[in-house]
T-cell receptor
């Protein structure tokens, strides 16, 4: 059973702080990793993808991947109340084109 | 229209009704997916289609019947549903691994 684990939260951070969201996965052969943002009552929106070890930055978002530790994270700098949402980690197994999703972490940014 | 669209956006049905959900993608992707998302639960993959062929059925009850007439359209036919089937039904499409979701259909079964 391939699994993706996330802390359900809620993670509460003050406005302007850095929010750090973490995800671990069980399939060591996984090659592709994604972060989705889902606002309440809406569908998931792809915000970051990462394929190789290290950091990938896009605006206020940084994805970090460590395949040896089977760990992927998302950092949100200068957090805004509009960042309050559930963040889903998704991992593509070594074979096939379906994603395994974590249960999501609820982020609350307080102004 | 661009992206992934789903109709209807909201649906209320009785347990004896038959209805269909429709998904259409304008992205040229070859894979399409149905997911179920219940309140406070993670996404549940239901079906996967690649090049119009069903490649995954995740032990979904037969009261849910998918149909994929071409790579751009995906349907989910519903009949004799149960109240516990009330959920947000999401369609997604993909060129490879990245999946792009439609807005979803909020289904309520009375």
């Amino acid at each position: 059973q391939k699994e993706v684990e996330q802390n359900s939260g809620p993670l509460s951070v003050p406005e302007g702080a850095i929010a750090s969201l973490n995800c671990t996965y069980s399939d060591r052969g996984s090659q592709s990793f994604f972060w989705y943002r889902q606002y309440s009552g809406k569908s998931p929106e792809l915000i970051m993808s990462i394929y190789s070890n290290g950091d990938k930055e896009d605006g206020r978002f940084t994805a970090q991947l460590n395949k040896a530790s089977q760990y992927v994270s998302l950092l949100i700098r200068d957090s805004q109340p509009s960042d309050s949402a559930t963040y889903l980690c998704a991992v593509a197994p070594e074979y096939g084109n379906k994603l395994v999703f974590g249960a999501g972490t609820i982020l609350r940014v307080k102004s | 229209e661009t992206g992934v669209t789903q109709t209807p956006r909201h649906l209320v049905m009785g347990m004896t009704n038959k209805k269909s959900l429709k998904c259409e993608q304008h992205l040229g992707h070859n894979a399409m997916y149905w997911y179920k998302q219940s309140a406070k639960k993670p996404l549940e993959l239901m079906f996967v289609y690649n090049f119009k062929e069903q490649t995954e059925n995740n032990s979904v009850p037969s009261r849910f019947s998918p149909e994929c007439p071409n790579s751009s359209h995906l349907f989910l036919h519903l009949h004799t549903l149960q109240p516990e089937d009330s959920a947000l039904y999401l369609c997604a499409s993909s060129p490879g691994y990245e999946q792009f979701f439609g807005p979803g259909t909020r289904l309520t079964v009375l």
